[in-house]
């Protein structure tokens, strides 16, 4: 893993990766479509014509209009958004939420298991670029 940057926003904590962004938001926020500016704003930073998938760190408690999904399904590189929570209440309100977001999307108890999926997404895209390259 190469080198990574972090964030301290109003209501949340950003941590950039190579391939991956992590945030974490503080108890009580509410996430709406403005949000999504912020979201596009870090990811046209650092990840300019790369791919990146966004991990959400529910270690709190907050609200998300669904309809922020519709707006972050057309960041171009994007591929997909993991959810990790232990909580119950949590991962179904990810669940719900996961059917106004039209790329993969999965929820996990644990960062670890958030973070194999990642590499494996990050993996499969990037054997369908080398494929379309060499077709």
């Given at each position: 893993?190469?080198?990574?940057?972090?964030?301290?926003?109003?209501?949340a904590?950003?941590?950039?990766?190579?391939?991956?962004?992590?945030?974490q938001?503080?108890?009580?926020?509410?996430?709406?479509?403005?949000?999504?500016?912020?979201?596009?704003?870090?990811?046209?930073?650092?990840?300019?014509?790369?791919?990146?998938?966004?991990?959400s760190?529910?270690?709190?408690?907050?609200?998300?209009?669904?309809?922020?999904?519709?707006?972050t399904?057309?960041?171009?590189?994007?591929?997909?958004?993991?959810i990790?929570?232990?909580?119950?209440?949590?991962r179904?309100?990810?669940?719900?939420?996961?059917?106004?977001?039209d790329k993969?999307?999965e929820?996990?108890?644990?960062?670890?298991?958030?973070?194999?999926?990642?590499?494996?997404?990050?993996?499969?895209?990037?054997?369908?670029?080398?494929?379309?390259?060499q077709?």
């Amino acid at each position: 893993m190469g080198m990574f940057y972090s964030y301290d926003l109003v209501g949340a904590k950003v941590f950039v990766f190579d391939e991956f962004m992590v945030n974490q938001i503080e108890e009580g926020v509410i996430i709406t479509p403005k949000d999504n500016e912020i979201l596009r704003e870090i990811i046209d930073k650092h990840f300019t014509n790369k791919p990146v998938i966004y991990i959400s760190n529910r270690h709190f408690s907050y609200s998300v209009d669904p309809l922020t999904y519709l707006g972050t399904s057309k960041i171009h590189n994007l591929l997909a958004i993991a959810i990790v929570s232990d909580k119950p209440i949590a991962r179904d309100n990810a669940l719900f939420e996961s059917n106004f977001y039209d790329k993969p999307f999965e929820v996990f108890e644990t960062l670890s298991l958030a973070m194999e999926w990642v590499h494996k997404i990050i993996l499969h895209e990037y054997k369908e670029v080398k494929q379309l390259k060499q077709g």
